[in-house]
């Protein structure tokens, strides 16, 4: 399995070239292995979401923070989300003591790749990075 973080998932929504070099890495997955985001990414989002509605001051503001929100429903529905379960609560009490540094999101994100024996595709290595046993790649820059 593999757990696109929010960054990633990001970059992908956004469609620029970096999406584009995660778009076609996804694409020669083989159908069998899943691709998926947390429901961590998927509060984020959805936190973001809102804001920007939030600050939407003129009509053609709010009609494209709007837009935004209901792209984002559409874009949800092509993709699993992850639950952060009682097991990932567990591992994530476990990381929290282990990483106190990092963010909280980040370590839920985490121990929900760490609970299904994900691979966390992410460009944050420096925090991601810190935690020993979770396996990550960055799939939005070229590797020559």
Not at 41 to 68: D, H, M, N, W
Not at 121 to 142: A, C, K, M, P
Request: net charge positive; with cysteine.
């Amino acid at each position: 399995m593999y757990i696109l973080d929010t960054d990633h998932l990001s970059l992908i929504q956004r469609n620029g070239q970096e999406g584009k070099l995660i778009g076609a890495k996804l694409a020669t997955i083989e159908p069998s292995v899943e691709v998926a985001v947390t429901v961590i990414t998927y509060e984020e989002q959805i936190r973001g979401r809102l804001s920007v509605i939030s600050k939407a001051k003129t009509p053609e503001e709010q009609v494209t923070a709007y837009q935004g929100l209901q792209q984002l429903t559409l874009d949800y529905r092509s993709i699993p989300i992850v639950p952060f379960c009682r097991t990932a609560a567990l591992e994530y009490q476990r990381l929290r003591k282990a990483y106190r540094r990092l963010g909280s999101k980040d370590l839920k994100i985490a121990a929900i790749a760490l609970t299904n024996n994900a691979i966390l595709l992410t460009r944050n290595d420096s925090d991601f990075g810190q935690i020993v046993e979770l396996v990550t790649e960055n799939w939005s820059r070229v590797i020559l």
